[in-house]
Nanobody, 118 residues
Framework: QVQLVESGGGLVQPGGSLRISCAAS???????????TDWYRQAPGKERELVAR???????NYADSVKGRFTISRDNAKNTVYLQMNSLKPEDTAVYYC?????????WGQGTQVTVSS
């Protein structure tokens, strides 16, 4: 059974940094098994939006609102996806969700809260 568990969320001041992680169990990350790994976020009263994506060839794409500030990465040896967030703004406040699209199916984590506030 595949499980994705996010961690690393919390409260940070505007301008600060945070790295959130998504550890996968029950699956193995490889260029053959993973189509793409993503981070989505959902703020109160808003729809879930795609923040960052990394495909099997390590090509990355970002929402315009986070370009130059966020970096998605993946460690296949640890079956873990990361999102490094710098220069955080109050509008980045949301629940962040990890999503993995694999040859075996699509999987979601339970989400981790990120709050940017002074």
């Amino acid at each position: 059974q595949v499980q994705l568990v996010e961690s690393g969320g919390g409260l940070v001041q505007p301008g600060g940094s945070l790295r959130i992680s998504c550890a996968a169990s029950g699956m193995i990350f490889s260029v053959f098994s993973i189509k793409h790994t993503d981070w989505y976020r959902q703020a109160p009263g808003k729809e879930r939006e795609l923040v960052a994506r990394q495909n099997s060839l390590i090509v990355t794409n970002y929402a315009d609102s986070v370009k130059g500030r966020f970096t998605i990465s993946r460690d296949n040896a640890k079956n873990t996806v990361y999102l490094q967030m710098n220069s955080l703004k109050p509008e980045d406040t949301a629940v962040y969700y990890c999503h993995v699209s694999a040859t075996s199916g699509d999987f979601w984590g339970q989400g981790t809260q990120v709050t940017v506030s002074s």
